[in-house]
């Protein structure tokens, strides 16, 4: 399938699980699952940086407009594609990536994903509940809300990754 | 001018990030205050198309409960109707009353998207413009307050629920002698617990004392119900209780809610523009 068709399909999928599912369920314990950084995470290593924080910036915006929380998404995700070629840099090979993988833990490897990812995904939900919750006296509070929902956006960032894979290898 | 673009060169890439940045802070800072386009929320034709689908996939998932409190509160009104009354006094005149006059009138509508787990929630309301809908409306349900119209569009409207940082209702906490009046607030941490400000420690607070609407501002009539207070706690080094309250209406599983018109409002503010400002 083109790379091209195959994000725009990721994009429209990816946004409005995360506007129409993720965001009405209501768990608890300030718990907020969220799957829109994983779209940015797969994005292919060649996109350059402008472009991709061209596309964070929609991709928020199409959830903030669905949700009502006024350029909350949008801002925290313009964040992590600016930082994610800065990490991959940080954290890749020696002799660069290798342009037909993509940055999934099966292609990249668990250890590779799970910093890389992690990191972004904390920055990501952090930024995202200090600008929302926007008190100091309430660190602490931000601190529980970005540890809780950032292990379980994980966890299910991994779930969602093992459907699209098991989906490829029984073509 | 060489260097300048040799500049603009090199940090492009945070120019840009800078530039979006400051588009969507602004967009987050100037909407939570005052809503300008109504294509920026989820009054749009679009969103409202994905989340009326969305509403008839999950409207039904409360459907026995919501029914249940709808035949409770038919019975409560049906037990006040005079004509299932027995009469026990016989033989006198009816008068048709004018000590009374309305003053609130509602609407009724159906919430198609909540949310209830962010600092600040906004419902969206099935009602808008066409039906009278106004910004600056309260809007409550059967068990309580809910919020006020933030938007009107021509036929859905975003509601700024009491779940928000900054909305401060008019309360006060009713006990057997006195009224103590207050402004609600919300921390934040759980949509069942409401706070209430500026309330002085010199008099005691039963627990579970009822609070309601004061109706000062014209906007909720006086007497619908708020919540109870469930913790009381001296603020230190401050004449204030911090008091919590118990919300009376259970906002995770809100459907039907009304929204209040007051005929007299513009009477009221016309008075009170009067007021002589002081400088």
Redesign the interface.
């Known amino acids: 399938m083109n790379v091209v068709y195959k994000h725009t399909i990721r994009f429209v999928i990816f946004a ?1 699980l995360q ?2 599912v993720f ?2 369920l ?3 314990f ?3 699952l969220m799957i829109q950084p994983l779209f940015i995470m797969l994005l292919p290593f060649e996109l350059a ?2 472009p991709m ?2 596309i964070a ?1 929609l991709m ?1 915006l199409v959830i ?9 998404n ?2 925290s995700l ?2 992590m594609a ?1 930082l994610r070629p800065i990490l991959f840099k940080f954290y890749g090979p020696r002799e660069g990536y290798d342009p037909l993988k993509e940055p999934t833990s099966q292609d990249m490897g668990a250890n590779w994903f799970t910093v890389v990812y992690g990191i972004l995904l904390g920055l990501h939900t952090f930024w995202f509940f200090l ?4 008190e100091l006296g ?1 660190i602490g ?1 931000i601190f529980q809300k970005t540890i809780f929902s950032g292990v379980l956006s994980f966890l299910l960032a991994l779930l969602i990754q093992s459907f699209i894979l098991n989906s490829k290898q029984k073509k | 001018m060489r260097n300048l673009i040799a500049f603009l060169q090199r940090f ?3 120019l ?2 800078a530039v ?2 400051f ?6 800072t100037t ?2 205050s005052f ?1 300008r386009n109504q ?4 009054n ?1 034709n679009i ?1 409202i198309q ?2 009326e689908w ?1 509403h008839d996939l ?1 409207k039904h998932f409360n459907l026995s409960k919501n029914n249940t409190d709808l035949q409770w509160e038919n019975i409560y009104w049906r037990k006040r109707q005079p004509k299932f009354m027995y009469q026990l006094s016989r033989g006198k005149v009816k008068i048709s009353d004018t000590l009374y006059e309305q003053q609130y009138t509602y609407i009724p509508a159906e919430v198609i ?1 909540s ?6 929630n ?1 419902f ?1 309301l099935n009602v808008g413009t066409a039906q009278g809908i106004k910004r600056g409306m309260g809007v409550f349900c059967q068990q309580g307050v809910v919020g006020i119209i933030h938007y009107a569009s021509e036929h859905y409207s ?1 509601v700024k629920t009491v779940l928000t940082k900054d909305i401060n209702i008019d309360v006060s906490i009713r006990m057997k002698k006195t009224d103590l009046p207050g402004l609600l607030k919300w921390d ?2 759980d ?1 069942r617990y409401g706070m209430i400000t500026g309330i002085n420690n010199d008099l005691r607070i039963k627990k579970w004392s009822t609070v309601e609407t004061r109706g000062g501002s014209g906007i909720f009539p006086k007497g619908l119900p708020v919540g109870k207070v469930s913790f009381t706690e001296p603020i230190e080094g401050q004449a204030l209780w911090k008091v919590e309250i118990r919300f009376a209406a259970d906002y ?1 599983r809100l459907q039907r809610v009304y929204v209040i018109k007051n005929l007299h409002l513009a009477e009221q503010t016309a008075l009170e523009a009067r007021i002589p400002e002081e400088d």
């Open positions: 409005f506007a129409l965001n009405q209501n768990i608890g300030g718990i907020h940086v402008i924080m061209g910036f928020g903030d407009i669905v949700s009502n929380t006024y350029g909350l949008t801002s313009v964040l600016y600008l929302e919750i926007f309430r509070f | 492009r890439i945070f840009v990030f979006l940045q588009l969507a802070l602004l967009w987050y909407f939570l809503p294509y920026l929320t989820t749009n969103a994905l989340l969305e999950t998207n949310s209830i787990n962010r600092r600040n906004y969206t975003l934040g941490r949509p995770r």
